[in-house]
């Protein structure tokens, strides 16, 4: 247990900082550009340096992984590490763009990947290719890619919009017209202030309270109590809707700290215990000297219960709803 009594559930691994799109929201692409320095091909964790870290947060009670990035599907060969973790008594899961997802879904799911996440904020392809600086033409293919997910029966696919005011709005009903029907869990998520360079303001942020009012007009909504303890989002389903689902994760309107169970590694192996956190611990440095399983539990241990972490929430009681002034990490770097 951390300090405000919280125990370590799941780790978000990002595998690389790169990525095969530049949200304008993310890795904005004036300052994501060719001049910008991604991390060399020796300072990633190496599968192995990976699967050991698993490993040993295992007897910490790590009960669930997500692979991130950056773009995790940009890592060559990731279905050769799902299947190294795929022997660890937790659940594996990925979020990704979904660009490069299309005829891979049997091969990751036979490799081990339970779920998996899809990011889409936009179905009309010029908004699209605003957000995304990618071309609208390769919508379709991300829209493939989901109904591939869904068909080789990976756990309820989930699918990731972040609304931003006078941005997408128009997509919550576009999102709902086109995945209402299929039992995936449609998430809206709130904007939030990560990293140095997305022009965040509290203005662009669009609290979930509205879109739900705006979803209550048309459709019954029937609250699903939480499963566990961790569960960002809060889930409705639609009277009718065949096992869809909607959720919100408002991290800036009513932020959920309390129940963080969240540790996070970046791509060279740094340990951060919250998103907006500004240091992390040097993990790689400990595996690449020794490479000692126990000293890696205990030094992640230490670490998490010493954590008091809980950003969103002193965000929120700031005199002026904004952002808190600190240099923040990017959360390409971190792994959303
Ligand atoms: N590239 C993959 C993808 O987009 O799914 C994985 C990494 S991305 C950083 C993970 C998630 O973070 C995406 O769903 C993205 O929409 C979300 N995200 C990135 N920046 C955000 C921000 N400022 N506010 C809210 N969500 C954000
Ligand atoms: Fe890339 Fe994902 Fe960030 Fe978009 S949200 S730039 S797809 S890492
Ligand atoms: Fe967890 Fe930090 Fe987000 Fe709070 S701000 S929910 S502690 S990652």
């Known amino acids: 247990m951390d300090q405000m009594g919280r125990p370590l559930h799941d780790l978000r691994i990002s595998v690389t900082d790169r990525c095969n ?68 008594p937790i659940e594996i899961a990925m979020t990704t763009n979904g660009l490069l997802f299309g005829g891979r879904g049997e091969i990751l799911r036979k490799a081990g990947l339970d779920r998996v996440t899809f990011s889409l904020d936009s179905l009309d392809p010029e908004v699209f290719e605003k957000i995304t600086r990618t071309s609208g033409e390769r919508l379709q293919s991300i829209l493939d890619a989901i109904d591939e997910a869904i068909e080789c029966g990976l756990g309820q696919v989930r699918i990731n919009s972040v609304i931003r005011r006078g941005v997408n709005e128009q997509d ?50 029937i609250p ?48 951060f215990t919250c998103l907006f956190a500004t240091n992390g611990t040097d993990l790689k440095a400990i595996l690449r000297s020794q490479n000692n399983e126990i000293q890696i539990k205990d030094t992640i241990s ?27 990490i990017e959360m390409s770097y971190i792994g959303g």
Not at 249 to 262: A, H, K, L, N
Not at 304 to 326: A, F, H, M, N, V
């Open 21 to 88: 799109m530049r949200c304008d929201y993310c890795m904005p692409a004036d300052v994501f550009d060719s001049n910008h320095q991604f991390m060399n091909r020796n300072e990633l964790l190496t599968f192995e340096e990976i699967d050991s870290v698993v490993e040993s947060l295992i007897p910490l009670g790590i009960k669930k992984i997500r692979l991130t990035g950056g773009e995790p599907l940009l890592r060559r060969s990731i279905e050769n590490l799902i299947q190294m973790l795929s022997k660890h």
């Open 172 to 221: 919550i009903d576009r999102l709902i017209e086109r995945f209402g029907h299929l039992p995936v869990s449609l998430r809206f998520i709130e904007f939030m202030d990560v990293g140095n360079h997305n022009r965040w303001r509290h203005h662009d942020v669009v609290p979930s309270s509205e879109i739900r009012s705006h979803l209550r007009k048309r459709f019954n909504l």
């Open 224 to 271: 699903i109590e939480s499963i566990h303890r961790g569960e960002v989002a809060r889930r409705w389903s639609v009277e009718g809707g065949n096992g869809f689902e909607v959720g919100f994760i408002s991290s800036v309107t009513q932020p959920f700290c309390g129940d963080c169970t969240r540790a996070r590694i970046s791509a060279e192996g740094k340990l």
């Open 302 to 328: 230490e670490i998490w219960s010493l954590r008091d972490d809980r950003y969103s929430e002193l965000r929120s009681k700031t005199p002026k709803p904004g952002t808190i002034s600190l240099p923040k």
